[in-house]
């Protein structure tokens, strides 16, 4: 994706609006935001987020469709944070709307470091990156709740995906049965996978390698349009990371 990034630091995390028009992303310690008018037209010169971002470390931003709430980890000082990265969340009234000031999840946090995953549309289920897992390394957690408005369950691990090598950046389709992610199991770079359920609630089959997208070199960071026909990603194959998109 040409217009976002640059040769002289890094662009990983792509997560965009349900139309497509905004995408956020992280470059060094900050999120940085790019807007455009259409999905035919051009990106915007992209900016860092001035309501996300902070003198810590804000990484693997993940909004909603409605572009009204977003998920980050960060390292900043709060009075409610649990230590290492923790999992924050912002939201807006609007898409013109400042975001409001970031308040840690309590709940999906713990002394480790814990990271969000792309949230379905409904805002009930949430996949968490933790090097918490059982396993020891990033390991893949899922949490639920009944309704927005009730408290995130205590993250459990996601057994049949998870290995000791590492698993991260994952994304969840709005119907809670397809699992973007990526990891390492097969190579000392991470690669993209996906993996399946016949319904919200049941254990994932064995995890895809899309080696359509994969490459020698890192690839990882999916996002994917509602419609499944786009995806961003972020890879080293240029020789730093990029974003990247593909089609079908």
């Known amino acids: ?3 976002l990034n640059t040769s002289t630091a890094g662009e990983d995390d792509p997560t965009l609006t349900g139309d497509m028009l905004e995408i956020y992303y992280n470059r060094g310690d900050d ?5 455009r008018s259409s ?8 900016a860092p ?3 996300l971002s902070s003198a810590s470390t804000e990484t693997n931003p993940e909004i909603t469709p409605d572009g009204l709430t977003i998920f980050f980890a960060s390292t900043r000082p709060h009075a409610a944070a649990k230590g290492g990265y923790d999992i924050f969340v912002s939201t ?5 709307a400042a975001w409001s000031t970031p308040t840690p999840v309590t709940e999906l946090n713990t002394a480790g470091s814990d990271h969000p995953g792309g949230p379905p549309s409904d805002l009930l289920t949430m ?3 933790s090097d918490t897992g059982a396993l020891g390394a990033h390991d893949l957690l899922i949490s639920a709740r009944p309704a927005t408005s ?5 993250p459990a691990p996601l057994s049949a995906l998870n290995t000791s090598s590492q698993e991260s950046s994952a994304w969840l389709d709005a119907t809670a049965t397809l699992l973007y992610f990526a990891s390492s199991r097969q190579a000392a770079n991470h690669d993209i996978y996906l993996a399946l359920r016949p319904g919200a609630g049941q254990p994932f089959g064995a995890p895809l390698n899309l080696t359509s997208l994969n490459s020698a070199d890192t690839d990882e960071d999916p996002w994917l349009s509602p419609d499944l026909r786009t995806i ?7 020789g730093s990371n990029d974003l990247y998109v593909a089609t079908r």
Do not use: L, M, Q
């Open 31 to 35: 999120i940085w935001v790019s807007t």
């Open 92 to 96: 807006r009234a609007s898409r013109g």
């Open 1 to 3: 994706v040409t217009p």
């Open 49 to 51: 987020e001035p309501g």
């Open 39 to 46: 999905v035919t037209a051009a990106w915007s010169a992209p």
């Open 232 to 238: 961003y990603f972020s890879s080293t194959r240029s």
């Open 127 to 129: 996949i968490v990156i």
């Open 150 to 154: 009730s408290p995130w369950s205590a």
